[in-house]
């Protein structure tokens, strides 16, 4: 089983920025990829930004050039900057880890518990 726990949410002005962490701990999990959704009030879960193992990205178009993911594979750290940040960012970012259960062989998904961003002013 993984864990995540992800902290560095809060409340920023807009234009503002905020970094994210989530730390995935556990055993006999082989993680390939993670990653970070949000989800609006009323709105569909999302991906904001994904990054494997080997260091390939991934984002929406809507963060481009704004977010950055980061992933310290030693630490199983996964990291979110955020820059210039808008009220449309206001969300709970979730955590999302993908792995391959080693005993197995079979594919695995794990969540944090989420950590909310507010930009307003």
């Known amino acids: 089983q993984v864990q995540l726990v992800e902290s560095g949410g809060g409340l920023v002005q807009p234009g503002g920025s905020l970094r994210l962490s989530c730390a995935a701990s556990?055993?006999?999990?082989?993680?390939?990829?993670m990653g970070w959704y949000r989800q609006a009030p009323g709105k569909q879960r999302e991906l904001v930004a994904s990054i494997t193992e080997a260091g390939n990205t991934n984002s929406a178009d809507s963060v481009k050039g704004r977010f950055t993911i980061s992933r310290d594979n030693a630490k199983n750290t996964v990291y979110l900057q955020m820059h210039s940040l808008k009220p449309e960012d206001t969300a709970v970012y979730y955590c999302n880890a993908a792995g391959v259960i080693i005993a197995t062989a079979r594919g695995s998904e794990y969540w944090g518990q989420g950590t909310q961003v507010t930009v307003s002013s």
């Open positions: 556990g055993s006999g999990v082989s993680i390939y990829a």
